[in-house]
T-cell receptor, first 110, second 115 residues
Framework: QQQVKQSPQSLIVQKGGISIINCAYENTAFDYFPWYQQFPGKGPALLIAIRPDVSEKKEGRFTISFNKSAKQFSLHIMDSQPGDSATYFCVGSGTYKYIFGTGTRLKVLA | GAVVSQHPSRVICKSGTSVKIECRSLDFQATTMFWYRQFPKQSLMLMATSNEGSKATYEQGVEKDKFLINHASLTLSTLTVTSAHPEDSSFYIC???????????FGPGTRLLVL
């Protein structure tokens, strides 16, 4: 019940394309859903976050879509760039502890 | 804002020795910090939650006598890997909970190699 399932495991997108990463959770106590971007050998960096009372949040090229009834949320990266090539983690947070998804390795081809 | 640093960034040590890793919140105070471990191509695994002025809370399966955590101030938490062995080699990452009480800000990580 504590798991956050993330897919796909890896993703290859052409420059300028849309990258979509999906996550699903079971724990209804989760009330905060951040996404993190991690480059090799670095710590994760906060990208964007959403709470379940909002169905969508957009910041620049990054958009989170949230479906509370389905307990699913997704990250969309518009106009993907080679510099976006990294590993992305979704997170479910409740009782102040993070539960990380398994990660998606994104490669954007130039 | 919300910058977290870690020191050292890399450390190589001999089996049986102890290694201390520092985690600092540079521009905010953090009553709660977290320590994670990450193996290659895997997700982050929470090891323990560190609260300023009190004992750390360890996750199931994490040996508290092997991974000593001290959170002596609102800006500093330390992780000491005692009697390190090759299987302790990993990427250790700390985070600090921000002023919103929810968001965690991560340090750059420490690569530990035990020979």
């Amino acid at each position: 019940q504590q798991q956050v399932k993330q897919s796909p495991q890896s993703l290859i997108v052409q420059k300028g394309g849309i990258s979509i990463i999906n996550c699903a959770y079971e724990n209804t106590a989760f009330d905060y859903f951040p996404w993190y971007q991690q480059f090799p050998g670095k710590g994760p960096a906060l990208l964007i976050a959403i709470r379940p009372d909002v169905s969508e949040k957009k910041e620049g090229r990054f958009t989170i879509s949230f479906n509370k009834s389905a307990k699913q949320f997704s990250l969309h990266i518009m106009d993907s760039q080679p510099g976006d090539s990294a590993t992305y983690f979704c997170v479910g947070s409740g009782t102040y502890k993070y539960i990380f998804g398994t990660g998606t390795r994104l490669k954007v081809l130039a | 804002g919300a910058v977290v640093s870690q020191h050292p960034s890399r450390v190589i040590c001999k089996s049986g020795t102890s290694v201390k890793i520092e985690c600092r919140s540079l521009d905010f105070q953090a009553t709660t910090m977290f320590w994670y471990r990450q193996f290659p191509k895997q997700s982050l695994m929470l090891m323990a939650t560190s609260n300023e002025g009190s004992k750390a809370t360890y996750e199931q399966g994490v040996e508290k006598d092997k991974f000593l955590i001290n959170h002596a101030s609102l800006t500093l938490s330390t992780l000491t890997v005692t009697s390190a062995h090759p299987e302790d080699s990993s990427f250790y990452i700390c985070s600090a909970r921000g002023v919103d009480g929810e968001t965690q800000y991560f340090g750059p990580g420490t690569r530990l190699l035990v020979l």
